[in-house]
C-alpha cells in the first residue's frame, strides 16, 4: 500500500513539508518498481537515491534544530541516526542477500511505519516549535 500525504502530516514549515513530500514520493516509486519487476538495477537506483535523501533531509531539519536551539534536540537525532543505521543496515541486507524479495518487503514496512510514526510525533513537534520561533 502507497504511503499517502495528508494534510495532518503537516508540520507548517515549508521545507520540511516539501521534503516529507518528496520523501513518500520515492518509497513509493520504490514500491512501484519492485511491483512491476522492473528489476534490480531499478530498485537499487531508487533505494540509493533515498537512502542519499534521507541524510539530505535529516540534515536539513538539524540546521533548523541548531539554528533556533530546539529542546529536544538530542533525542530527534538520536532517532535520526537510529533511521540511517536501520536503512543501512537493510541496504547491505538486501545487496547480501539471496532472499531479495523478503528483505524487500521487511524494507518496505519499515520505512512507511519509521516515517509515519517519525513524522507524526517527533517531526510535528518540532513544527510546532519552529512555527512560534520563526515568526
Known sequence: ????????????????????????????????????????????????????????HFSSEEKLMQQYEYPEADVHIRQHRYFIESYQKLKKDLHDSGQRLLIFIETNAFLGKWWM?????????????????MR
Open 117 to 133: 510514526d517519525h513524522i507524526s510525533k517527533v517531526d510535528k513537534a518540532l513544527g510546532r516549535f519552529l512555527k512560534e520561533k
Open 1 to 56: 500500500m502507497p504511503l499517502e500525504w495528508t494534510e495532518e502530516l503537516e508540520t507548517g514549515v515549508a521545507e520540511i513539508d516539501n521534503q516529507h513530500k518528496e520523501l513518500f514520493r520515492r518509497i513509493n516509486m520504490l514500491r512501484d518498481a519492485a511491483k512491476e519487476g522492473k528489476g534490480r538495477d531499478a530498485i537499487d537506483e531508487i533505494f540509493d537515491f533515498l537512502g542519499q535523501y534521507v541524510i539530505e
